[in-house]
């Protein structure tokens, strides 16, 4: 294995973005794909990037994951029980999983996962001093006496405890965040600042080399406990490596010369080659490719600030809501997401929450039929007459955003499209500079608290929460309240009912759609396991010849 890791690390990219795959030993397993956005650190505790939370995915693990179909399973924990009030949760681990073998440890050798690891690795999270994203996920922590006044601890080797103050019925979901996996003390202690670019975890692959930039390489766990169905040793895989190549058309071409197993996303560079108009794979390269879409818990969305206090607000003719309401019926999202989008996605016609989430069949508030003359009457009601609002998108959504511009003219409405970058779209934002703007809303976790939490009025942005549009409704808190602590699924869809039926009332937002994660593979690809939360499992994949 020593002499494989030298051959694979040898492997590197040259400055003109061509790569040099000579040097892997044809006898090893190598899954190869790229990552155009890069990687900025691998910690659990600090990743703020997609893009590190699939690296980091498959290097750590916490004490439960979600599988496939978005079901809480068990990980690192075998087993747990939650106490008849909701409020304290007991994990009991496994006692065969061990870290990776790390100069970090006694003889380099990894040391068995205790309970005390997960107490540490969550202070970690909590600890003031500390630079974690992943704060909110213990909130409701209760910091009393009996968890030594930080939440959780290890009662023994085995067994561990979390206590909340009050019933939290996604707190599962929540610790299944990749924030929450656990890692060593020894590393920490060893590696300080830099534990970011030498990650010591559990999980089926283990670090081996990160030039940063331009090539990161995972190696085989050995020591892996997890087993197939069928009991076999995982992962199949001998290695992993993720390059960072930032031009997707260079990808693509390296795809097609075999150079990656997998490419993720669709770019516009090539989506025209690989796509047809209804969003499937061309039949003339099915014999070279493989292609998968799921629902991604991830909804599009326009936005408007309904905060008067905010000079932008104050007097546009878009604090009026009957003329967002127009906004709403304006749009054909079915006819948007077939010529825009390939088909990629689903027109939002059920509201906010997003397809692929759990119980998402149980919303019947229905609130985005395309309706051009209701809209026509809605400015009319309104009395619009024709002032100029400004829509701010970031530039890779210009086209989109034409489109939208033109629809909304067709019925009377004088918009006008401001393409920006990235940071000054999020400085606008910030700022209070738009109150008419494209976001979309991604979920940390799959539950609904965490999609309608963007309009509860105590999360106000940029302070205090993802509250952007400053939405304020008294009703629609008290229903938000409710609902995070709501263990009765009947009673938590009809109070999403009632919340979806205020948005479509007061319309702080338009939903436009519904995304898909949308993967490319090589046909000698197999076993590749993905959910909605678009993570990316690799521990089962066999790459056959």
Not at 55 to 82: K, R
Not at 248 to 272: A, C, N, P, T, V
Not at 362 to 389: C, H, M, W
Request: proline share 5%.
């Amino acid at each position: 294995m020593r002499v494989f890791w030298l051959l694979l690390i040898g492997v590197f990219v040259h400055s003109c973005g061509s790569i040099d795959e000579e040097d892997i030993n044809a006898n090893k397993t190598v899954f190869r794909y790229n990552e155009a956005a890069g990687i900025s650190k691998l910690d659990p505790a600090r990743t703020t990037s997609f893009e590190d939370i699939i690296a980091i995915g498959h290097v750590f693990e916490g004490l439960v994951a979600l599988n496939e179909e978005m079901i809480v399973v068990p990980s690192i924990a075998s087993d747990w029980d939650i106490s008849e009030d909701g409020r304290k949760y007991t994990f009991y681990l496994r006692n065969d999983v061990y870290f990776h073998d790390d100069k970090c440890f006694a003889a380099s050798e990894g040391r068995r996962v205790v309970a005390s690891d997960f107490e540490y690795s969550f202070f970690r999270i909590v600890d003031p001093s500390e630079p974690s994203p992943g704060k909110y996920i213990f909130d409701n922590a209760d910091k009393s006496e009996e968890s030594n006044y930080i939440g959780f601890k290890a009662i023994d080797d085995r067994t561990f405890c979390i206590y909340l103050k009050r019933p939290q019925p996604s707190f599962l979901n929540m610790l299944c965040l990749k924030h929450c996996s656990v890692v060593p003390h020894e590393a920490i202690d060893l590696y300080g600042e830099d534990f970011r670019a030498n990650p010591v975890g559990t999980g089926p692959f283990k670090f081996a080399f990160w030039n940063e930039d331009v090539k990161l390489v995972l190696l085989k766990n050995d020591e892996y406990w997890d087993r197939s169905e069928n009991g076999d040793t995982l992962p199949y895989l001998d290695a992993i490596t993720i390059t960072f190549l930032p031009d997707r058309h260079q990808e693509y071409m390296q795809f097609k010369l075999g150079k990656y197993e997998m490419i993720s996303g669709l770019d516009q560079s090539f989506q025209e080659t690989l796509l047809t108009d209804f969003g499937e794979l061309k039949e003339s390269l099915d014999s070279t490719m493989t292609f998968t879409k799921l629902p991604w818990l991830k909804t599009d969305y326009l936005g408007f600030l309904v905060d008067t206090t905010k000079k932008v607000a104050k007097n546009s003719p878009l604090s009026n809501r009957l003329v967002r309401q127009a906004v709403n019926y304006a749009l054909d999202r079915d006819e948007l997401v077939t010529y825009m989008r390939k088909n990629i996605g689903k027109g939002a016609s059920r509201g906010f929450l997003p397809r692929g989430m759990p119980g998402f069949d149980q919303l019947t508030v229905a609130r985005n039929e395309f309706d051009p003359e209701k809209s026509r009457e809605l400015l009319r009601k309104a009395g619009y007459a024709g002032e100029p609002i400004k829509l701010i998108v970031a530039n890779q959504y210009k086209q989109m955003c034409n489109y939208i511009q033109r629809k909304l003219k067709e019925v009377g409405l004088d918009v006008q499209v401001d393409a920006v970058s990235k940071s000054v779209h999020r400085k606008d934002m910030a700022t209070f500079q738009a109150n008419f703007f494209l976001k979309n809303w991604t979920a940390d976790y799959p539950d609904p608290t965490n999609f309608y939490q963007l309009f509860y009025s105590n999360n106000f942005a940029p302070e205090n929460g993802p509250n952007y549009t400053h939405f304020n409704n008294k009703k629609y808190d008290q229903c938000f309240e409710r609902l995070l602590e709501e263990t009765n699924d009947s009673v938590k869809w009809s109070l999403c009912n009632q919340l979806e039926a205020i948005l479509v009332e007061d319309a702080p937002i338009i939903p436009l759609f519904y995304d898909e994660t949308v993967r490319f593979f090589s046909p000698r690809v197999t076993g590749i396991k993905a959910n909605s939360m678009n993570q990316l499992d690799l521990s089962e994949v066999k790459m056959n010849n």
